[in-house]
């Protein structure tokens, strides 16, 4: 599992879901608040509805290099912040990821752990429910199970069973070499076009044959 995070976290999420088209992607609404952090780890479950009680017992259930994944259900408050993002540091986490609102962005930032949120709000929920941890939810629009692998970046979030992640792991890596291979053509001023079999394709298209786009890198 350590080599599979390691190169997870060495990829973009682009390329993972090009690697895989069909993989679950979460709500796009649901956005880095941290600019230019990596995610990778197994996720740990929680239910926190405008009331953020709930995250203590899922910091303390949470090992090094887990992902809280705080399942909001629409709430209108904050349910996270500074205060336990510096805990989720401090214990080895590798971020924390809310479908719901988050505060304290200025700590966040100056921080440094990556944590996606739809979005923020300054008044923070309750502390009477003792809500749920470990247990699938709902999540962006996808059921996230306990130990699934959440991966994201500035691009947004997906997750996914550690197996299928590691069926399409050396696609995804090769997909980077081949971009990488196109991007330093294009600096040495070679066209994109000229570097795709875009043409080809979009006459096999036209004529109704089965055609895919290819690099010539």
Do not use: W
């Not at 939810?137 to 692998?149: A, I, R, Y």
């Not at 550690?162 to 053509?185: H, K, M, N, Q, S």
């Amino acid at each position: 599992m350590t080599d599979l995070l390691d190169r997870l976290r060495a990829l973009q999420v682009s390329s993972l879901c090009d690697a895989d088209k069909s993989l679950p992607v979460v709500d796009p609404a649901i956005r880095a608040l941290v600019p230019d952090v990596v995610l990778a780890g197994p996720a740990v479950t929680v239910s926190c509805v405008d009331d953020h009680l709930p995250m203590f017992a899922a910091l303390a259930a949470a090992a090094p290099g887990s992902v809280l994944v705080v399942a909001g259900a629409g709430g209108t408050r904050a349910v996270s912040g500074e205060l336990f993002a510096t805990e989720a540091h401090r214990r080895g986490l590798a971020g924390i990821v809310v479908d719901g609102l988050v505060r304290d962005v200025r700590g966040l930032r100056a921080l440094g752990l990556p944590v996606f949120a739809r979005g923020t709000c300054p008044a923070s929920g309750s502390v009477r429910d003792p809500g749920t941890v470990d247990e699938p939810v709902s999540f962006g629009g996808l059921v996230v199970h306990p130990g699934d692998l959440v991966c994201g970046d500035d691009d947004g979030l997906l997750v996914a069973p550690p197996d299928r992640l590691a069926e399409i792991v050396g696609a995804a890596e090769e997909i980077e070499r081949t971009e990488a291979a196109l991007v330093t053509a294009m600096r040495k001023g070679r066209d994109l076009h000229g570097l795709t079999t875009v043409d080809e394709h979009v006459a096999a298209l036209y004529r109704g044959e089965p055609s895919a786009l290819g690099f010539r890198v």
